[in-house]
């Protein structure tokens, strides 16, 4: 990735850690038009430094024990005038900081553990839900499709999402078979079923986080079933079906631009 | 470059350059440096705890050491004070793989990143890198150390923090890319 532009990594790193000058930070970027695999190298590192600033933000902070950890450890020569004096500058400098540390207010742990635990039990609820149903052949849904107004409505109304719709495949060669309600991680969650020439059958899962925190699309497998999920604010979705990875991603990306941001 | 992203006001705190050295200031200072210096510690370390400990360790080294600071930037010298307390217990302990770090001690993390599920992988990915490049990495990313000064806090050539800032990045980046992730893009 060096030769061409005699662009050395140790730029590269410079340039990721905003330590060059103009004209060499242009020349990087030049460099990186052209070399797509260095260019998403330096988009991985630029990652890694917003996502290690972010995490670590929340701790430049003050604590209620700080005095007493500088007053009280180690050296105890000191006369009792100099600590006093000691203690009014350290409560000037604790106020002083206490002024800027306001701006940072880390997020609660128990929150990332909870939506951690929603991310974890999401594709092994669709999982689950796609060996049942999908293998049922009179009663695979609740309602059918020649219903779908009503489908929508009703799901809609059970979810608390007023304008939930019912995606549309047949650009992908499936057509809705019909949905159900179903438990999705302990609240009220929609299923949808489709269906293509074959008989190949997929489901959509839609469920309420109560976390409402977002991750990427992520996959998970299972046998022969795949499952694409993701959490796009209070909402997560699964995408489940025993077809390729490739198939199903073009289905969960479709249903993604579906549904409602 | 100025030698680190913090707020004006507490380097003015610091008081950095000046010489008032009356030994009453010398607690003030270290104060006013908790915070950063917490922040440092927190993301040397993997858990609040054991974060706490460094910073307990660091402080009460530096009250006994004061007579060693030579009235210049602070600072750079508490830093050097927490960084060797850190490498000490550390050096160049590559960690066996059975030692490999599992999520579960990294749970007080605050993470305010948007997206849960990646912060906490960058984050179990950063708790298995050797100490040296995490200290490294550490300096110039979170606290916003040019590389130069990053190799006289540490007392190494500039070339050896390259190498190993190169390596912590091109180890977490490895990591980042073994899972399943697929980048999320709504098309319009």
Known sequence: MTERR?????????????LLDEADRRRVEEFLGENP?????????????????????????SSAADLQLVTMSGNRTRSLRASRLSLVAASIAIFALGALGGHYTPALFEKSELAQAYADALPQEAHNAFLVYASEVRHPVEVFADQEAHLATWLGKRLSIPDLK??????????????????????????????????QRLTVIVGRNPQNQSTSFRFASAGDI???????????????????????????????RQFPS | MSPSPDLPNSERATGGETEDLAPVAFEARILALLPQLRRYSRSLTRSDTESEDLLQDCVEKAL?????WRGTNFKAWAYRIMTNLHLNAHRFRIRHPSATIDGSEIDDLAMTSADPLESRRLMQSLANLPAEFRVVLTLVVVEGYAYQEVAEM??????????????????LREKMREANIIPLRRPL
């Not at chain 1, 999920?229 to 249903?255: N, P």
């Open chain 2, 64 to 68: 006994v050491s004061r007579s060693q």
């Open chain 1, 37 to 61: 695999e260095a260019a998403e190298m330096i988009a991985d590192w630029q990652s890694q430094n917003d996502g290690l600033r972010s995490a670590f933000a929340g701790y430049r902070k």
């Open chain 1, 166 to 199: 019912v995606p549309n495949l047949q650009s992908l060669g499936f057509r809705l078979v019909g949905g159900r309600l179903l438990p999705v991680v302990g609240t009220a969650g929609a299923m949808f079923m489709y269906e293509d020439a074959g008989g």
């Open chain 1, 6 to 18: 005699s662009i050395s990594e140790e730029q590269l790193h410079a340039y990721v850690d905003d």
């Open chain 1, 226 to 256: 795949e499952t694409f999920y993701w959490i796009d604010g209070d909402l997560g979705y699964a995408v489940t079906g025993e077809i390729s990875r490739t198939t199903l991603q073009k289905v969960a990306e479709e249903c993604y």
């Open chain 2, 154 to 171: 540490l007392d190494i050539p500039i070339g050896t923090v390259m190498s190993r800032l190169s390596r912590a990045r091109h180890a």
